[in-house]
Protein backbone atom coordinates (compact mmCIF):
# COMPACT_ATOMS: atom_id res chain seq x y z
CA UNK A 1 0.00 0.00 0.00
CA UNK A 2 0.98 3.28 -0.89
CA UNK A 3 1.14 6.95 1.96
CA UNK A 4 -2.21 7.80 2.67
CA UNK A 5 -3.11 11.62 1.44
CA UNK A 6 -3.82 14.19 3.35
CA UNK A 7 -7.48 14.18 3.14
CA UNK A 8 -7.97 10.83 4.53
CA UNK A 9 -5.68 11.57 6.82
CA UNK A 10 -7.31 14.78 8.39
CA UNK A 11 -10.70 12.42 7.67
CA UNK A 12 -9.34 10.33 9.88
CA UNK A 13 -8.26 12.01 12.82
CA UNK A 14 -11.82 14.01 12.53
CA UNK A 15 -13.39 10.49 12.94
CA UNK A 16 -11.03 9.86 16.30
CA UNK A 17 -12.12 13.20 17.59
CA UNK A 18 -15.75 13.01 17.25
CA UNK A 19 -15.46 9.64 18.53
CA UNK A 20 -13.92 10.62 21.75
CA UNK A 21 -16.68 13.70 21.84
CA UNK A 22 -19.32 11.30 21.81
CA UNK A 23 -17.79 9.05 24.44
CA UNK A 24 -17.38 11.74 26.84
CA UNK A 25 -21.17 13.26 26.69
CA UNK A 26 -21.84 9.51 27.35
CA UNK A 27 -19.86 9.31 30.57
CA UNK A 28 -20.96 12.57 31.72
CA UNK A 29 -24.74 11.89 31.09
CA UNK A 30 -24.32 8.53 32.59
CA UNK A 31 -22.50 10.47 36.23
CA UNK A 32 -25.97 13.01 36.03
CA UNK A 33 -27.93 10.03 35.82
CA UNK A 34 -25.91 8.49 38.48
CA UNK A 35 -26.27 11.97 40.44
CA UNK A 36 -29.97 12.02 40.25
CA UNK A 37 -30.63 8.36 41.38
CA UNK A 38 -29.00 9.16 44.52
CA UNK A 39 -30.85 12.28 45.18
CA UNK A 40 -33.71 9.91 44.74
CA UNK A 41 -32.84 7.61 46.93
CA UNK A 42 -31.45 10.20 49.64
CA UNK A 43 -35.37 11.99 49.41
CA UNK A 44 -37.11 8.64 49.92
CA UNK A 45 -35.00 7.21 52.75
CA UNK A 46 -37.14 8.71 55.48
CA UNK A 47 -40.37 7.16 53.72
CA UNK A 48 -39.36 3.69 53.19
CA UNK A 49 -37.55 2.82 56.84
CA UNK A 50 -40.68 2.41 58.95
CA UNK A 51 -42.44 0.04 56.08
CA UNK A 52 -38.66 -1.56 56.11
CA UNK A 53 -38.88 -2.00 60.17
CA UNK A 54 -42.26 -2.82 59.97
CA UNK A 55 -41.53 -5.94 57.70
CA UNK A 56 -38.79 -7.44 59.14
CA UNK A 57 -40.37 -7.51 62.43
CA UNK A 58 -43.08 -9.39 60.39
CA UNK A 59 -40.92 -11.76 58.79
CA UNK A 60 -39.19 -12.39 62.07
CA UNK A 61 -42.69 -13.09 64.18
CA UNK A 62 -44.29 -14.95 61.55
CA UNK A 63 -44.29 -18.98 62.33
CA UNK A 64 -41.84 -21.20 60.48
CA UNK A 65 -44.25 -23.83 59.08
CA UNK A 66 -42.59 -26.95 57.80
CA UNK A 67 -43.15 -28.09 54.61
CA UNK A 68 -44.61 -31.56 54.04
CA UNK A 69 -42.52 -33.76 51.23
CA UNK A 70 -44.95 -34.88 48.50
CA UNK A 71 -45.26 -38.43 47.93
CA UNK A 72 -43.00 -39.44 45.17
CA UNK A 73 -45.40 -42.36 43.56
CA UNK A 74 -42.71 -45.17 41.36
CA UNK A 75 -42.49 -44.61 37.88
CA UNK A 76 -44.54 -47.50 35.97
CA UNK A 77 -42.35 -49.49 33.27
CA UNK A 78 -44.19 -48.85 29.39
CA UNK A 79 -43.55 -52.15 28.62
CA UNK A 80 -42.48 -55.37 30.43
CA UNK A 81 -42.20 -58.33 28.54
CA UNK A 82 -43.15 -61.34 30.74
CA UNK A 83 -40.73 -63.87 31.24
CA UNK A 84 -41.87 -67.41 30.79
CA UNK A 85 -40.46 -70.73 32.12
CA UNK A 86 -38.77 -72.85 29.75
CA UNK A 87 -40.18 -76.10 28.97
CA UNK A 88 -38.28 -78.94 29.29
CA UNK A 89 -38.17 -81.00 25.38
CA UNK A 90 -41.08 -84.15 26.52
CA UNK A 91 -39.11 -87.46 26.69
CA UNK A 92 -39.77 -90.11 24.33
CA UNK A 93 -42.04 -92.86 25.00
CA UNK A 94 -40.51 -96.25 26.06
CA UNK A 95 -40.44 -99.12 23.07
CA UNK A 96 -42.68 -101.26 23.09
CA UNK A 97 -42.09 -104.88 23.92
CA UNK A 98 -40.68 -106.96 21.03
CA UNK A 99 -43.53 -108.95 19.59
CA UNK A 100 -43.58 -112.78 19.84
CA UNK A 101 -45.02 -113.49 16.36
CA UNK A 102 -43.08 -114.22 13.62
CA UNK A 103 -44.77 -111.40 11.60
CA UNK A 104 -44.07 -109.37 14.87
CA UNK A 105 -40.57 -109.95 15.18
CA UNK A 106 -39.80 -108.96 11.56
CA UNK A 107 -41.95 -105.71 11.85
CA UNK A 108 -39.85 -104.42 15.25
CA UNK A 109 -36.41 -105.87 14.19
CA UNK A 110 -34.95 -102.35 13.62
CA UNK A 111 -36.85 -100.29 15.84
CA UNK A 112 -35.03 -98.39 17.93
CA UNK A 113 -34.78 -94.66 20.13
CA UNK A 114 -34.54 -91.52 17.96
CA UNK A 115 -31.27 -90.23 18.11
CA UNK A 116 -30.59 -87.03 20.60
CA UNK A 117 -29.98 -83.54 18.64
CA UNK A 118 -26.63 -82.25 18.65
CA UNK A 119 -26.09 -79.06 18.61
CA UNK A 120 -21.94 -79.15 17.60
CA UNK A 121 -21.63 -76.85 14.47
CA UNK A 122 -19.22 -77.47 11.42
CA UNK A 123 -18.15 -80.98 10.20
CA UNK A 124 -18.67 -83.92 12.42
CA UNK A 125 -15.96 -86.44 11.40
CA UNK A 126 -12.87 -85.79 10.05
CA UNK A 127 -13.31 -86.86 6.43
CA UNK A 128 -15.03 -83.20 5.69
CA UNK A 129 -12.14 -81.69 7.17
CA UNK A 130 -9.04 -83.43 4.98
CA UNK A 131 -8.09 -82.34 1.97
CA UNK A 132 -9.51 -84.00 -0.88
CA UNK A 133 -6.64 -86.16 -2.84
CA UNK A 134 -5.93 -84.86 -6.08
CA UNK A 135 -6.51 -87.76 -9.02
Do not use: C, W, Y
Not at 39 to 51: G, L
Not at 67 to 82: D, G, L, S, T, Y
Amino acid sequence: MGKKSRRDAQQLEEQQAALAATKAAEAKAAKRALAAAKEAVVKTAPQVTPVATVAIKAVEVAPVVPVVEAVKKPKKARFVREITAKKAPPKDAPLPPRNATTAGKMMSKNVTLRPKEEHNSGPKDDRATKPKPKP
